[in-house]
């Protein structure tokens, strides 16, 4: 096992100004689980291929341990990748496909025999080591695709959106037994996935990237309480923070009949006389007084209710509008839920306001 260290490391492709990764500080410790996320073309994959040696570094360095792998071969860095796509091959068994590459590096059979084993009894796919790729579920075979990483026995373990090919529900299932193997082997891991749920429920820490640039890298429950700005605090969450602009007066920001006192910091370093306010879905309560929502549509899911709609006041602007003009999002008594069409007011709890600066997206804490 060893460390993961990208130090300055950019990459900019052949006709592009553009670097799709830039100047990436990043640490993944000895041992950690790090998952990066982001948005599409963020640089998260492309982050993960430099770090395999699949695409160049033009500047900067990566480490492996204290190793500088910046100009090594693929196949010397010591790394077991895990992609989206299985690549099993299908006249193969799957005791053959998971020992395959410890075939082609001149381990003995015995010793092949023996890893492979071990790795199928973690996996749960001891009864079927004789079957072929076709006999195989979806997540049987990302499985399988596993057991061929594992038996190598790497320092690190790179996986490209493993999941992405699976359906919701074993998604869900795959993604708990990922993260609690790569517990029990110890194996430094990055991860790559566009879904900041799957980010957040596996990742000991987890990297936000959005345009090739390293937003923040911190545990999931930092990430969700002190995103570092708006970008982050929009994107870390699901349903989403509500982000809305409101002019300042003084020491107060107003959203339509909601007044919100700022903190001094917050006053003195907005760039201009508006301010981000952010408030998480559940970080809204009920109010006879305060932010009024005309209601459009009321998710029920059993346990939970949410509430989407427009402010009722028009002058009210949303951060970063979405095409639609932007919804607000409110978390309800699921036993008692407002109608659509219905007026309802909100008030933020103590505690739950975010302050963003309108220019830069910056918290102000």
């Not at 346990?303 to 999002?329: C, H, L, N, T």
Request: hydrophobic fraction near 40%.
């Amino acid at each position: 096992m060893a460390s993961v260290r990208f130090e300055k490391a950019s990459r900019i492709y052949p006709g592009t100004s553009a670097p799709a990764v830039d100047q990436l500080d990043l640490t993944v410790n000895d041992g950690e689980f790090l998952v990066l996320v982001g948005p599409s073309g963020c640089g998260k994959s492309t982050s993960l291929r430099m770090l395999a040696g699949l695409e160049e570094v033009d500047n900067g360095a990566i480490f492996i341990g204290d190793r500088d792998v910046t100009n090594v071969a693929p196949k010397d860095r010591d790394i077991a990748m895990v992609f989206q796509s299985y690549a099993l091959y299908p006249h193969m068994t799957v005791a053959e496909n998971m020992g395959f590459a410890l075939k082609i590096a001149g381990i003995a059979k015995e010793e092949r025999d023996r890893r492979v084993r071990e790795a199928a009894k973690l996996l749960d796919l001891e009864a079927y080591l004789e079957r072929k790729p076709k006999a195989l579920s979806g997540g049987q075979r990302q499985r399988v695709a596993m057991g061929r990483a594992i038996v190598r026995e790497p320092q690190v373990f790179l996986m490209d959106e493993p999941l992405s090919n699976l359906d919701a529900k074993l998604r869900v299932a795959t993604r708990t037994q990922i993260a609690a193997l790569q517990r029990r082997l110890g194996i430094t891991t990055v991860y790559v996935t566009h879904d900041q749920v799957e980010a957040m429920t596996m990742g000991d820490r987890v990297a936000v990237l959005k345009d090739g640039l390293l937003q923040q890298c911190d545990s999931p429950r930092n990430l969700y309480d002190n995103p570092a700005n708006a970008f982050v605090a929009g994107f870390i969450g699901s349903p989403a923070m509500n982000l809305l602009i409101a002019p300042i007066q003084g020491q107060i920001a107003s959203l339509g009949g909601l007044k919100l006192e700022l903190t001094d910091l917050a006053r003195n370093s907005a760039s201009q006389n508006e301010i981000i306010i952010g408030v998480r879905p559940e970080g809204f309560i009920p109010a006879s007084t305060g932010f009024e929502i005309d209601v459009e549509v009321v998710e029920e899911l059993g346990s939970d209710a949410f509430v989407y709609g427009k402010p009722a006041d028009p002058q009210v602007k949303f951060y970063a509008q979405s095409e639609d003009g932007g919804q607000v999002i409110v978390r309800w008594d699921p036993k008692s839920p407002p109608r659509p069409g219905d007026k309802v007011s909100v008030q933020p709890q103590p505690g739950a306001v975010h302050f963003f600066d309108s220019v830069s997206g910056k918290a102000l804490k």
